[in-house]
């Protein structure tokens, strides 16, 4: 049960995937070929599966909620960020 | 016999006894209980349910036709119910064109298709479209029928003023101005709304940056009845398009044009025409008849009582064509409000009644303009990735069904459920704390309609509940017995009229069960009332005169149902038996 004024925490951030490594390469593999505009399209049917998948709209709202704060934080601290510099 | 051409109808402008007699001080004329101002389907609509109720009514209307071209054409189930009550929906029925199916398109093919009205034991299709004018037509001659309702054609109200007996309207004729006084006024006059200007009240809310091109366009073609729906198609790239079939081979098309297009450009017939030729083929052959483009806003005015005057229709609040929402709603403010205008005239029912019209009323055009906002932000993606989204739906549509629910050309209209309405009666929970029935039929339901036999009559159950409060009454092989005949008795004998609507299997119903005098006997012959209503022996259902459900219980206790039916005419909690007879 939840106290007032406790936020409910549905969503999972605690290690869950059972071979990570073959999950992201199977993740960057999904885009093999594809042009940037497919690229676009197919992340945006997984997230639809999977979202269907979950079902939970709380679940949802909290994963969006992580997905777009960590944009705006990374836009706080980095506003020119260039990935070329990572490699 | 030929048809009456309602396109081309005129109706005839008449004097009226306010300007004919002289009018020497104020007080020379009656007032009136109720003044409608416009009669469009809305307007009409409250003017039949009124003088069906007893309520002499008079309906003014600055012009003298009906509804000229293309407007609303899409008419619910739910709206085709009121109409029945009205004394006109077979009419509109046997005419219209019905239909329950719609398909979508993306691209170049047919992604899935839908039916609206999946189960039996319906009287009426989910929808049927009828052009506006046709409505107007029929709901005119039925107001013809009854007594009580004057339509005064070209009488416009210019100015509006009221105190606390009254309102009284400055109405502006080809033979000059008079003063109308009417106790109550209900403003139906449109989207621009003259009267809701000239009082200074808005409609507020969110204009779409887009445009859509309508064409009504007759032809014989082998489309069946059906509606269908493209997203981004080869023959209007980028944007949707929409064809549905009217009643004389008239075919509805909505090109979305998108914000840039030139309105009178895209008007001309050279533009059109080609339009067309791309959609139906080279080959076929039609005429236009009807050409407009339009934008559109979803929008409503803060309250839509103000005292003595009430709004209803496209004066109060305004949707997106999508789903159909315009005139059904529209229609549905104006049966909420006739019953209730009928019993605080009568003294029945406290002024109070009428603030639940508005909250009511307000409520569903909320619902209303949420159904239309998602729609249109579904069929005009605002940013590059909402309409990435919007594609992604539409492809996994075609073979995933939890998509087709994310697709969204128009939330057909269905009436709002008045969830949290002051008149409803919450259910009890049971001694589990669970909720004691099952189904849609919660408080503030809309009713559903149910095959029925009644006198050895196939029939339905809708028209058996009529347009006053009902108790509705699931009863076993024995009937009733005598302590609860008594109750019913008192009840009905109450100032308030209310119906005794007793149901029985077809088996219980032969034992010849005891009912309360005056009380009918439906025959639930196909199981469809039990089902939609979870009932069974000892449930009682109180519904209102427009048809909603108020309160429910599993068993009849009279206090309580004269608890329900007492705040389902406003009356204050507590309040006692001397106040109501008072008022």
Redesign the interface.
Known sequence: MTRPGDTPMPLNTEPNLARPDDFYEALIDMHRDLSDAQS??AN??L???LA?HIGDLAILQEAMTHARAGVLARAGRQPAADPAAAA | MTETNYQTQRFAYQPCAEQRAPQPGAGAHAVHPVAVIGAGPVGLAAAIDLAQQGVPVVLLDDDCTLSVGSRAICFAKRTLDIFDRLGCGARMVDKGVSWNVGKIFFDEELVYSFDLLPEAGHARPAFINLQQYYVEGYLVERAAELPGIAIRWQHRVAGLAQDGDAVTLDVETPDGRYALRARYVVVADGARSPVRQCMGLESKGRTFRDRFLIADVKMSAPFPSERWFWFDPPFNRNQSVLLHRQPDDVWRIDFQLGWDADPELEKQPERVIPRIHALLGEDAAFTLEWVSVYTFSCQRMDRFRHGRVLFAGDAAHRVSPFGARGANSGVQDAENLAWKLALVLAGHAPDALLDSYAGEREFAADENIRHSTRATDFITPKTPVSRVFRDAALSLARDHAFARRLVNSGRLSVPAVLHGSVLNTADDADAWGAPPFAGFMVPGAPCADAPVREGGRDTWLLPQLGNRFALLLFVGPAGLPPAMLDALRALAAGPVPLALVCVATPADAAQGPVLPPGASLLEDTQGWLARRYDGRPGTAYLLRPDQHVCARWRAFEPARVQAALRRALGWPEGAGAAAEAAA
């Open positions: 676009q399209s945006a049917q997230i639809l599966l269907n």
